[in-house]
């Protein structure tokens, strides 16, 4: 009968200790480990975005060309490398994988190996720019992180009030468009209820592009009411989402990063995962 190492494995008897670990380093922040593999992730990120951009100007590239390439490919390497550790590092690596950091870790490396097929598609690596995004965990500004995760949830709760808000802004520029396609008619621009639609948008939003304007008494004074009416429209989502906000700020949240499930976002003193259960 085969002996467990227990040091090779975690708390849980399932779970091997260096995977743990490495989740650790990898998608947390909590120690200087974990730190210092987010911020020269960070620069790498930088560094591979700018050789990329650098590469599309003809200038640059004739001069200096080859060392970009080489570097895109060191850089390509390094993040195939640790995409891969990501997927170790979870219990669950289909979540991971199928996630929209795992989507988008993923295209920041196949484009470069696409390359050598479809030439020219390496400029997609700008996609890259969006794993920026991960700076707020190297940040570990728990005040800010906490403010997102209620901001977050107060949007998440007032989804059904501003869902109804703007079916009611909905139907009032359609009205309005409406309205002024009649009022105005094609010599003032207003061609068809569609344009109309789009100018009721423009002036209700105070955009205001100026590309159509209504020519007749009638139809300015119908524009004033609209442009009057966007100042308060404007307001609405403001209120819904405050006061959701009021109610979201009464609890607080740390950042723990569910090593089976990968959801983030717990109460402070919560000791296992808000989704699946698993101890943190």
Do not use: C, H, N
């Given at each position: 009968m085969k002996k467990h190492d227990k040091s090779?494995?975690?708390?849980?008897?399932?779970?091997?200790?260096?995977r743990i670990r490495l989740h650790e380093i990898i998608f947390e922040a909590d120690t200087k480990a974990g730190k210092a593999f987010?911020?020269?992730?960070?620069?790498?990120?930088?560094?591979?975005?700018?050789?990329?951009i650098l590469e599309s100007v003809s200038e640059i590239n004739n001069s200096i060309g080859g060392y970009l390439r080489a570097a895109e490919w060191s850089f390509t390497i390094l993040f195939t490398v640790e995409y891969i550790a990501r997927i170790i590092a979870v219990r669950r690596p289909v979540k991971y994988i199928?996630?929209?950091f795992g989507i988008i870790d993923f295209l920041a490396v196949v484009p470069t190996y696409i390359s050598i097929i479809l030439v020219g598609s390496q400029f997609l690596l700008v996609v890259r720019a969006i794993r920026l995004l991960r700076v707020f965990r190297v940040l570990k500004l728990t005040r800010?992180?906490?403010?997102a995760a209620v901001l977050t949830n107060a949007l998440k709760a007032s989804r059904h009030k501003i869902l109804v808000f703007l079916l009611g802004v909905f139907s009032l520029?359609?009205?309005?468009?409406?309205?002024?396609?009649v009022i105005e008619g094609e010599e003032h621009g207003?061609?068809?209820?569609?344009?109309?639609i789009y100018w009721a948008i423009v002036t209700l939003t105070t955009v205001g592009y100026g590309d159509i304007s209504p020519g007749t008494v009638l139809g300015q004074a119908l524009a004033s009411l609209i442009m009057i009416m966007g100042y308060g429209i404007i307001a609405v989502p403001t209120g819904i989402v405050t006061s959701e906000l009021s109610?979201?700020?009464?609890s607080?949240?740390?950042q723990s990063v569910c090593h089976v499930c990968l959801t983030t976002d717990h109460q402070a003193d919560a000791q296992y995962c808000r989704n699946c259960g698993e101890k943190l």
């Open positions: 090779s494995e975690g708390a849980d008897g399932q779970f091997p200790q260096w987010d911020v020269a992730l960070l620069y790498a990120i930088l560094i591979s975005v700018l050789a990329v199928f996630s929209f800010f992180l906490g403010e520029v359609i009205i309005m468009g409406t309205l002024m396609y207003f061609t068809s209820i569609p344009i109309s109610k979201s700020s009464r607080s949240f740390k």
